[in-house]
């Protein structure tokens, strides 16, 4: 899947960040994710969603509101308001340059934010909110001490999710004009709510309050056993699979066309490979000719795990080339070979511990291949098979003396 970095200007003419995710076969429809209360577009759950959406034929665009992540502009000077009009510059810039979206997703404040924008939106058909708060206000809690200075300065450092920012007066009054769920019951559009009942931060009171408002058609699917960030990927996953099947009942089935005015997309030479950032963390996007991965860390080490990890890919080569260089082999010799199974392994082990290695203090790498071949095979085949294996292409060039040049280019 292609994803497209999109820079669009705010109502201060200030440029916001985002990135789209475009599946790699028919786009079905394009959607528009609003991220959490001082998150970003980078946060792991937006990013899954995002991509499992994609693979499932919807076009994700997810964008910085002002302030935040790569975006221009300070956090102290926004409000809720000014997030609603960043939700509006964003539909404009998909109109202007795919096709506008029919489907809104928001998660917590983003939630509150698309039940907001979503009448100004004619082409939205359908509106999803992800362990979102009835009304704006409801994050006046969060701001509770800090609320009481703010009757006597102009602006107070707060802290939310462990980061500092600094909220202003105009901030916290700006909520109170959020305060009335009349806007649900006037939606006129489909609506899907899923939350947790174990949230912590927004309670699924607040879920029972948005669906009572709102008119049908409307559906709530509750995530047991979810946090509120989605922390787990199996929740984010799961809210894209409802979400995507849910969806399809009230959006357009046919292919939406792609317009790539004024887009460049890199060019990969056959042969090569291009790797680039997609987070300021580990995130990165792999492309060749014709494909496009996510590598990542795991949380645990600071990641996103939004893909396999540099020495899963490794492992990940060395194993389908084995099993590919084994199916040819069968195939042209005709063996009865009816499956192939290939489990890796990467480790490290000190070189005295290794019998065929040089004797060195120092740690080398081992990679542990188990085969498991399934057919009406003899034994000599299954000798044959594995000496085979040891030839395979990407076996023989990670056992040979590799050089590799780097160099910096402009």
């Known amino acids: 899947m292609p994803r497209i970095e999109a820079v ?17 076969g028919a786009i079905k429809s394009y959607a528009l994710f609003a991220h959490c209360f001082t998150c970003s577009k980078d946060n792991p759950a937006a990013a899954r969603i995002a991509l499992a959406l994609a693979d499932r034929g919807i076009a994700v665009l997810r964008f910085d509101f002002t302030g935040l992540g790569n975006s221009q502009g300070d956090f102290s000077n926004t409000n809720f308001s000014s997030n609603l009009q960043d939700l509006l510059a964003a539909a404009r810039y998909l109109e202007q340059h795919y096709a506008a979206p029919a489907l809104l997703i928001g998660h917590s404040l983003g939630g509150a934010a698309v039940l907001a924008v979503a009448q100004d939106l004619p082409s939205v058909k359908a509106v999803t909110t992800i362990g979102a708060p009835a009304t704006a206000a409801h994050v006046k809690h969060l701001f509770a001490d800090s609320y009481r200075k703010l009757q006597s300065e102009e602006s107070v450092q707060v802290e939310l999710a462990g980061r500092s920012f600094k909220i202003r007066r105009q901030f916290i009054d700006d909520l109170e004009q959020y305060n009335s769920v009349a806007h649900i019951g006037a ?12 949230d912590e931060i927004v309670s699924i009171d607040e879920a029972g309050r948005i669906f009572a408002a709102a008119k049908h058609p409307k559906s709530f699917v509750s995530l047991d056993q979810a946090d509120h960030l989605l922390s787990n990927p199996q929740d984010s996953q799961y809210v894209a699979e409802v979400l995507s099947a849910w969806a399809s009942r009230y959006l357009r089935t046919g292919q939406v066309p792609v317009k790539t005015d004024g887009v460049q997309r890199p060019t990969v030479e056959p042969g090569s490979v291009i790797v680039r950032e997609s987070d300021k963390k580990f995130t990165r996007e792999i492309l060749t000719p014709h494909h496009r991965l996510i590598s990542d860390e795991p949380i ?33 010799k005709k063996i009865d070979l009816q499956d192939i199974h290939v489990e890796l392994h990467h480790s490290r082990i000190h070189a005295e511990d290794c019998g065929g290695c040089e004797k060195q203090k ?20 299954r000798t044959r098979l594995l000496e085979i294996a040891n030839q395979c292409p990407v076996h023989k060039t990670l056992q040979s003396k590799i050089q590799i040049e780097t160099r910096l280019v402009d």
């Open 300 to 332: 645990a080490l600071g990641g996103a795990d939004l893909g396999l990890n540099p020495y899963e890919l490794l492992l990940a080569a060395l194993g389908s080339c084995t099993s590919m260089t084994l199916r040819m082999y069968a195939n042209h």
């Open 187 to 198: 939606l006129r559009k489909a609506l899907l709510i899923v939350h947790s009942p174990l």
């Open 362 to 381: 120092t740690q080398i790498d081992v990679m542990t291949r188990k085969i498991q071949l399934s057919g009406n095979l003899s034994e000599q085949q």
């Open 8 to 24: 669009f200007q705010n109502s201060q003419g200030q440029s916001l960040s985002g990135l789209l995710e475009i599946p790699s």
